[in-house]
């Protein structure tokens, strides 16, 4: 336990000559880098709003709506298995050609994706054929998330001051809850103008066809940031190797001990925004109208966006692994209590769950992720190693975390099931953190 209650973070290997950076500079980086990934998780964040009230009935048309939620749950994590070909990918192009070229690529790669998925054609036009795009347009956007974190994450890091540098980087986490509030309230927003056929002919189409619009401007706010000034004075580039491959013969313990520390992030919080909107408006459970159950949602991320940044500066006081081992460790003891709650039916009850559970709890291991992984892995092959540790760690603890918590539900019948898997991931992640070696852990 000595380990996680370090005290301030000491100066990663590379950065003690770096000229200290303009504060204007810092804000509008980390301004670009908020309003980046805010706008890729919105793309990526709609699919899941989608899988849980549209999808099953468009794409996947079987008599047992628990199949339904099943198959459209199972194109949900095709996503995440494809993440760490993303982080592969672009992780070469971030380490090789600049952080800021990996991450335009990816956004707009993204925004072609998600505006795709809104034109198609659904079960009842084209037949098996529709299902089948789907999960190819899912599966690139899987890769392109995968190639995008990385970049923002290093986008706010690599620029700021060290003892900053959790704050800062907090930034990048909090574009999660700003693409959920995006995507909810488009779906909220869509929900309340189009009634009954109107939001399944066509209605549910217009949040992703917005996309288009939305990676246009982020576009623009990324072209006016120039590259991250560590990477610019990186003189260790992997000269004629792959990044990749060279950050797996350099960080090989590193990046599956980073999986590890990612894989409750992920579990639960796809446990909070997608399978739980599932779970409450299911008839056979709770029956509660999807509005109550997104409103809730949308709360808790309001919440989170500002817990985030606060939680980046309790891991520049205390220590980023300090953090987010409590962090991990109080939500793996709050899913016992998150259940009860939402199983009241009460809308109060369940946003105070979801304020809690992923408004506050979830936000200590978010808010510090991106510094505490950034400070484990050397400049040169950065990108690429972090990218593989949480596109991983993604993969396995997010990846199927609706499918496997329907799967749970149904083969036990209580949500108590579902409870045991969340605390399981998070002690694996309490446990990975303690084992993590990043600048802080080697002095």
Same mark, same amino acid.
């Given at each position: 336990? =000595?380990?996680?209650?370090?005290?301030?973070?000491?100066?990663?290997?590379?950065?003690?000559?770096?000229?200290?950076?303009?504060?204007?500079?810092?804000?509008?980086?980390?301004?670009?880098?908020?309003?980046?990934?805010?706008?890729?998780?919105?793309?990526?964040?709609?699919?899941?709003?989608?899988?849980?009230?549209?999808?099953?009935?468009?794409?996947?048309?079987?008599?047992?709506?628990?199949?339904? *939620?099943?198959?459209?749950?199972?194109?949900?994590?095709?996503?995440?298995?494809?993440?760490?070909?993303?982080?592969?990918?672009?992780?070469?192009?971030?380490?090789?050609?600049?952080?800021?070229?990996?991450?335009?690529?990816?956004?707009?790669?993204?925004?072609?994706?998600?505006?795709?998925?809104?034109?198609?054609?659904?079960?009842?036009?084209?037949?098996?054929?529709?299902?089948?795009?789907?999960?190819?347009?899912?599966?690139?956007?899987?890769?392109?998330?995968?190639?995008?974190?990385?970049?923002?994450?290093?986008?706010?890091?690599?620029?700021?001051?060290?003892?900053?540098?959790?704050?800062?980087?907090?930034?990048?986490?909090?574009?999660?809850?700003?693409?959920?509030?995006?995507?909810?309230?488009?779906?909220?927003?869509?929900?309340?103008?189009?009634?009954?056929?109107?939001?399944?002919?066509?209605?549910?189409?217009?949040?992703?066809?917005?996309?288009?619009?939305?990676?246009?401007?982020?576009?623009?706010?990324?072209?006016?940031?120039?590259?991250?000034?560590?990477?610019? =004075?990186?003189?260790?580039?992997?000269?004629?190797?792959?990044?990749?491959?060279?950050?797996?013969?350099?960080?090989?313990?590193?990046?599956?001990?980073?999986?590890?520390?990612?894989?409750?992030?992920?579990?639960?919080?796809?446990?909070?925004?997608?399978?739980?909107?599932?779970?409450?408006?299911?008839?056979?459970?709770?029956?509660?109208?999807?509005?109550?159950?997104?409103?809730?949602?949308?709360?808790?991320?309001?919440?989170?966006?500002?817990?985030?940044?606060?939680?980046?500066?309790?891991?520049?006081?205390?220590?980023?692994?300090?953090?987010?081992?409590?962090?991990?460790?109080?939500?793996?003891?709050?899913?016992?209590?998150?259940?009860?709650?939402?199983?009241?039916?009460?809308?109060?009850?369940?946003?105070?769950?979801?304020?809690?559970?992923?408004?506050?709890?979830?936000?200590?291991?978010?808010?510090?992720?991106?510094?505490?992984? =950034?400070?484990?892995?050397?400049? =040169?092959?950065?990108?690429?190693?972090?990218?593989?540790?949480?596109?991983?760690?993604?993969?396995?603890?997010?990846?199927?975390?609706?499918?496997?918590? *329907?799967?749970?539900?149904?083969?036990?019948?209580?949500?108590?099931?579902?409870?045991?898997?969340?605390?399981?991931?998070?002690?694996?992640?309490?446990?990975?953190?303690?084992?993590?070696?990043?600048?802080?852990?080697?002095?």
């Amino acid at each position: 336990m =000595s380990e996680l209650s370090s005290a301030k973070p000491r100066t990663a290997p590379g950065t003690e000559n770096r000229p200290r950076p303009d504060r204007r500079r810092v804000a509008t980086v980390a301004f670009a880098s908020w309003i980046g990934a805010s706008i890729e998780w919105y793309d990526f964040f709609i699919y899941g709003m989608a899988a849980a009230l549209v999808f099953p009935k468009l794409f996947f048309p079987v008599q047992d709506p628990l199949t339904s *939620t099943l198959l459209s749950f199972a194109t949900f994590g095709v996503a995440f298995v494809a993440r760490p070909f993303g982080g592969a990918l672009f992780g070469h192009i971030g380490d090789k050609v600049g952080r800021k070229k990996a991450l335009v690529t990816a956004l707009v790669t993204m925004g072609v994706t998600t505006t795709a998925i809104g034109v198609l054609p659904t079960y009842s036009s084209v037949g098996f054929i529709a299902p089948v795009l789907l999960v190819l347009l899912r599966f690139i956007q899987g890769i392109t998330v995968g190639g995008q974190q990385g970049g923002v994450i290093l986008l706010a890091t690599e620029n700021v001051p060290q003892r900053r540098r959790g704050f800062y980087g907090s930034f990048a986490s909090a574009g999660a809850p700003g693409g959920v509030l995006l995507a909810n309230g488009a779906f909220l927003l869509v929900t309340a103008l189009f009634a009954g056929d109107a939001f399944l002919t066509w209605g549910w189409r217009l949040p992703f066809l917005a996309s288009v619009v939305l990676v246009a401007f982020a576009v623009v706010i990324q072209l006016r940031v120039g590259e991250t000034a560590e990477f610019s =004075s990186s003189e260790d580039r992997p000269a004629g190797r792959s990044p990749v491959l060279e950050a797996i013969r350099r960080h090989p313990r590193q990046i599956l001990v980073a999986a590890g520390c990612y894989l409750a992030i992920n579990l639960t919080y796809y446990v909070f925004i997608t399978f739980v909107v599932a779970y409450a408006t299911n008839k056979a459970i709770l029956g509660l109208p999807s509005s109550t159950v997104l409103t809730a949602v949308l709360i808790a991320s309001a919440v989170e966006l500002f817990a985030l940044p606060a939680a980046g500066l309790l891991s520049d006081r205390f220590g980023r692994r300090a953090v987010f081992a409590a962090g991990a460790l109080l939500l793996g003891l709050w899913s016992f209590v998150f259940w009860p709650l939402v199983d009241t039916g009460s809308f109060v009850l369940i946003t105070l769950a979801l304020v809690v559970g992923l408004g506050i709890l979830h936000s200590l291991m978010y808010g510090p992720q991106g510094a505490l992984f =950034s400070e484990a892995f050397s400049t =040169s092959v950065r990108y690429s190693s972090l990218s593989l540790g949480i596109q991983l760690g993604s993969m396995v603890g997010g990846a199927f975390a609706p499918f496997i918590a *329907t799967a749970l539900l149904s083969g036990f019948g209580t949500s108590t099931a579902i409870a045991i898997y969340m605390a399981l991931g998070c002690v694996i992640s309490a446990a990975s953190t303690a084992l993590l070696r990043t600048a802080e852990s080697r002095h």
